[in-house]
């Protein structure tokens, strides 16, 4: 059974196979102005829809998936979330979709907003989504992830999606400095085994496992941390607004300074706690 607040969703380790609910446009979490959920299915089990009023995007977490549209077809496979294997499909209004599972468990994100902008559809290959190593040389590497941005307006700009996912190392933050924008965004999250993360929305800190989610909306800050131990998968989704497309979020000005190479911090660059700086 799901626990829910209006940031945070708590799920089950395992979901049940077929489609799980976590946001709806006319329901639950409606301020994300998304649909999104989880796909699970079985050897053999179909699932498809009509994508109606909505553009839609399917990401594919694990397993693998015969994937139809229009007049074309791809079987699709992915080891897991922490292999660079990513594929998504996107989809405009008006389009059938129909998936079908081929090993014993697949899981896939799907996204859902309205948008009737006509568009090719498209399925994005791990060759169109390029890792983005971020932090590596500042902080002492406390904030280092990498950053897989599937479609924004630079590659897609019929969409009213972007479409990411993020790889964090062990005991290292995301999003950090906490930043925010004026779009909503969800977040969706895998770990291996027992690991958590401790995510911030607002000023609201949540401990999340796997399959959790969180939901940040207009001018909420947000960031995260793993625990050591344990590397942390997002996916994120962040739905444009109409004369407010997403671009570059703002750094909450607090901890902003820390972005400055050159910036002189507490414990910088050093080792044992006798040389750090004051």
Not at 226 to 253: E, K
Not at 264 to 276: H, I, M, N, V
Request: aromatic share 12%; hydrophobic share 35%.
């Amino acid at each position: 059974m799901s626990e829910s607040c209006s940031h945070y969703m708590k799920n089950p380790n395992e979901l049940p196979f077929g489609y799980t609910t976590i946001t709806e446009m006319g329901g639950a979490h409606a301020d994300m102005l998304m649909d999104f959920g989880v796909l699970r299915l079985a050897e053999g089990q179909v699932w498809e829809e009509e994508s109606g009023a909505n553009e839609c995007a399917y990401l594919l977490m694990f397993g693998t998936v015969k994937v139809e549209w229009d007049d074309k077809c791809e079987t699709i496979h992915r080891d897991s979330v922490w292999k660079k294997q990513n594929y998504v499909l996107h989809v405009p209004c008006g389009s059938h979709v129909k998936f079908t599972g081929v090993a014993d468990a697949t899981e896939i994100c799907v996204m859902r907003t309205d948008n009737d902008t006509k568009f090719d559809a498209r399925l994005y290959v791990p060759s169109d989504t390029p890792d983005e190593e971020r932090l590596h040389d500042i902080l002492d590497g406390c904030a280092n992830r990498f950053v897989r941005t599937t479609f924004d307006k630079r590659n897609a700009p019929w969409s009213n999606l972007v479409v990411g996912e993020v790889i964090n190392r062990p005991g290292k933050w995301a999003g950090y400095p906490p930043h925010f924008h004026n779009q909503p965004e969800i977040y969706y999250y895998k770990f291996p085994e027992t690991g958590y993360a401790h995510a911030e929305v607002g000023m609201d800190v949540y401990r999340v496992e796997n399959n959790d989610a969180t939901f940040m909306v207009a001018g909420e800050q947000h960031g995260q941390a793993a625990a050591p131990g344990y590397a942390m998968w997002y996916l994120w989704v962040i739905r444009h607004l109409d004369g407010d497309p997403y671009g570059t979020p703002t750094d909450v000005p607090a901890q902003a300074w820390l972005l400055d190479p050159d910036a002189k911090y507490l414990g910088k660059g050093t080792g044992a706690p006798d040389t750090w700086e004051d």
